[in-house]
């Protein structure tokens, strides 16, 4: 087997990686590990900023999101058992973002590439990849049990935060740089309709919740928790009455319940893999980092890195250059860098650290007034939620 770019991962960098070279004429392979059921059917984001929603209505991907997602013009920041509205829209001059679950753009990207006959390999197993410092980057894997090799110009490692792909470049070839957060995040969705119309963010002296929403049927539901709990510990009696106490915000406003469908416990860390390529490899979205959820930041930068890439192979297939491949790490980790510290400064606003510091509670109290009373602050929260522009320098 052969092809130009050999893709491993089918989450969100390397379908839609798959589908913008497909757009410039350029063939790719996309080997994944999981069946497709799977990853259509895996729960994770939910907030799509407005770049990462231009470029899937640009692509032709935009016809189910537009007609299912909720465009939102703004979020809550809740503090002390009182809301206040952070208006994105008016903050930077109409932008908003899209709440359309990250499985939904997975079934949009698996169902455009399948069409427009796109080769995915489902259920892979022992994916390898070799001679990365070569022109001539091979993948082995197997496929029905039979082993079999896809040589390559090109490999992007799309594969995820537990992939092969980073662990396959010399460890003195990279630098890792890494935070890990003293508690988790429980994810719940619940069949109820919506409690509000906008995103909640809220700090309560028990910890942080995040309201979110799926459909006009299904809402998701964060809040924080100890990283060692687990499912077994949260009756949906318990969640409810924490969801409930943590989100209080006087007698107009209640939560509103139903059937709890799924729970899990999500862990928080901030990660970030310097250079993002070795030779032919080039690392893209969680492969290369994770951010912690609280920015809804991790969809989106997969989004930025495959625009990158995809831009860089093209102009190679086109013209020969290879600059802005060699360039795209340094292009990538400039944004990357700014989604960690935004969602290192949204964690650490938003949540209770153990230990009950009550100075640094303070601060965050008086962040929050900040953020929620002056423009300026407001300005900068907002424009980075929205999503900072991806520079395509040289391009
Ligand atoms: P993915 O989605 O993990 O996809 C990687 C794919 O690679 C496959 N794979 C392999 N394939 C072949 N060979 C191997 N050896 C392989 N090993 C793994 C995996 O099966 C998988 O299909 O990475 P990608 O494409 O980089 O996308 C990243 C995003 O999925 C992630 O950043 C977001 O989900 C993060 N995130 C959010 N991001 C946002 O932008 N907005 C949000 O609102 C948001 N909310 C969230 C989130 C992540 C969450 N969790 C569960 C961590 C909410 C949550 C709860
Ligand atoms: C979600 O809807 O899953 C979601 C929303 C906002 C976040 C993270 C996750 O910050």
Redesign the pocket.
Known sequence: MRTRVGI????????LLSHLLHLHGIDSVV????SRE??EA????????QGTVDLLSETGLGERMRREGFRHHGIELRFAGRGHRIDLAALTGGKAITVYA?HEVIKDLVKARLDAGGEIHFS?ED?NVLDLKSTAPTIR?RKDGALTELACDFIAG????????RPSVPPRALTHYERVYPFA?F?ILAQAPPSAEELIYNLHDRGFALV?TRTREIQRL?FQCDPKETVADWSDDRIWAELQTRLAAGPGWKLIEGPILQK?V?GMRSFVVEPMQYGRLFL????AH??P?TG???????VADVRVLAAALVAFYRTGRSDLLERYSESCLRRVWKAQRFSWWMTSMLHRFPGGDPFRHRLQIAELDYVTSSAAAATALAENYVGLPIELTGA
């Open positions: 491993v991962g089918a989450g969100p960098a390397g379908l080997l994944e590990v999981r799977a990853i895996t729960i994770r984001a939910g907030v799509l900023e990250q892979v994916v894997f799309c594969d995820g935060s537990q992939g092969v792909c995040w994810g979110s964060y899990g999500i893209a979205g969680d492969s994770i951010v959820p809804a930041k991790g969809l989106n930068l997969a």
